[in-house]
């Protein structure tokens, strides 16, 4: 086994080695070379967790994202015919991108690019940072081969941003964007030529250019990012911000709610299901502080579609049913509070845990986290392979029953342990000396 590949499945979760093993099910038949490359490349050969997979074909992209979707039944978030690139979720909440091996060219600074096929080696030298332009072959024949062209690895070792070529900010002016999200994730510092870069491009007011799809990809970035508050400053010290709404750089700018929402999503687990969670209570925390017309004019400026837009201004309608159910006083139990949580939407409770005043609210779901998944984490598997021996409507009525058991069950207080016995009581005795 290459090094690689046990590093690799080192740092995959369950769900994403089943995902991973699915995509190279899928490009198999289809007789097309398979890549794992981009963040996921990068984030584990910087010892970071994998939070998305990119997958790049030499080949028709397209048809092998289709068959993954049709075997595991992944929703499509979205296709770029351009680009040959399909963007899939799974119900385990795992991401993915599948795209086309390509180059791209641009007529001009900003302008929608020409793309044309290419080899995996021509894809990375065209990428925009050397930790991004490293691929891990998922072939048969060279399973395990490292592709690095633009030796990112060693500037992944020396924990620096290095630009892959002197255009990369004229060509595709949003990376002077994902400079600041990457230095804020990964620690590192930016290359001191590629700082002169962007200097230069900034002189000559690239970011003036930067598509409007291209703002609002970024936002969704920040959205699930650990330190979106950090991001945020970034971007207002660099001068970007006003680029995605002139309402943001002032007051307006709702840092103590964007910190607040930072502390209310580490509460929960940091697993897909929640990270993808995180868009909707971010997007309402930002906008939180503004006017109805400077709402809109953000929506405009980074043309935000209609089901992104409702993600966080349905948000409050649709958490009224859950804050209802967990503030009734007939919950008495622990395990009343897991089932209605454990069923609830994970955006639902984010935005519950950030704008919810109710104290039994705030409350029950703090347990949820906090006391009753840990305490059946402490299961063993010995204990759920007992519950689940069963098959058909009675295992599920089985495992529930297990939980409210587990969960409700009171804790016996040792009985006190009996007191000791007084010391005897030792009588005078006259003591006659001999006569």
């Not at 894809?123 to 998922?138: H, M």
């Not at 837009?309 to 349905?314: A, E, H, S, T």
Request: positive net charge; contains cysteine.
């Amino acid at each position: 086994m290459s090094d690689y590949i046990f590093m690799l499945e080192s740092h995959l979760s369950t769900e994403q080695s089943r995902a991973v093993e699915d995509v190279q099910a899928a490009a198999a038949p289809a007789n097309v070379n398979l890549f794992l490359t981009g963040g996921a490349m990068r984030d584990m050969l910087a010892g970071f967790r994998i939070r998305d997979l990119d997958f790049v074909v030499e080949g028709n992209a397209l048809k092998v994202a289709k068959a993954v979707a049709e075997k595991t039944g992944a929703r499509v978030v979205s296709i770029d015919e351009n680009r040959k690139s399909t963007e899939l979720a799974l119900a385990s909440g795992v991401t993915m991108q599948i795209a086309m091996s390509r180059q791209e060219k641009y007529a001009r600074t900003g302008a929608k690019p020409q793309v044309t096929p290419a080899t995996i080696q021509e894809d990375l030298r065209g990428r925009d940072f050397t930790c991004n332009a490293i691929a891990l072959s998922l072939n048969r024949a060279s399973r395990g081969l490292l592709l690095d062209p633009m030796n990112g690895l060693a500037d992944i070792e020396r924990r620096e941003l290095r630009l892959t070529s002197p255009y990369g900010f004229y060509d595709d002016p949003s990376r002077l964007l994902r400079l600041i999200r990457f230095r804020i994730r990964l620690g590192f510092a930016v290359e001191e030529r590629t700082q002169m870069q962007v200097a230069n491009a900034r002189e000559s007011e690239v970011q003036k250019l930067i598509p409007a799809r291209a703002l609002g990809e970024e936002l969704r970035h920040i959205a699930v990012e650990d330190n979106p508050g950090d991001n945020l400053r970034g971007l207002e010290e660099a001068g970007l911000l006003s680029l995605f709404s002139p309402a943001l750089t002032g007051p307006k700018l709702n840092l103590q709610g964007i910190a607040k929402f930072e502390k209310i999503a580490r509460i929960v687990p940091d697993e897909p299901r929640f990270r993808n969670a995180r868009r909707g209570p971010f997007f309402y925390a930002l906008t939180e502080k503004l006017s109805a017309k400077e709402e809109q004019a953000l929506i405009k400026a980074t043309e935000l579609r209609k089901p992104e837009v409702d993600l966080w201004q349905k948000l409050p309608a649709r958490a009224k049913k859950l804050e209802s159910a967990l503030r009734s006083a007939r919950i008495r139990k622990a395990s009343q509070v897991y089932f209605i949580a454990v069923k609830a939407e994970p955006d639902e409770i984010l935005f519950l845990l950030y704008h919810s005043a109710l104290k039994p609210v705030q409350e029950r779901l703090r347990n949820y986290f906090q006391k009753y998944i840990p305490t059946l984490l402490e299961v063993t598997p010995e204990e759920w392979a007992a519950v689940d021996g069963k098959s058909g409507p009675k295992a599920k009525k089985a495992r529930e029953d297990f939980i409210t058991n587990r969960l409700d069950r009171r804790v016996r207080k040792p009985a006190p342990a009996p007191e000791p016995p007084p010391p005897p009581v030792m009588e005078a005795v006259n003591v006659r000396r001999g006569r």
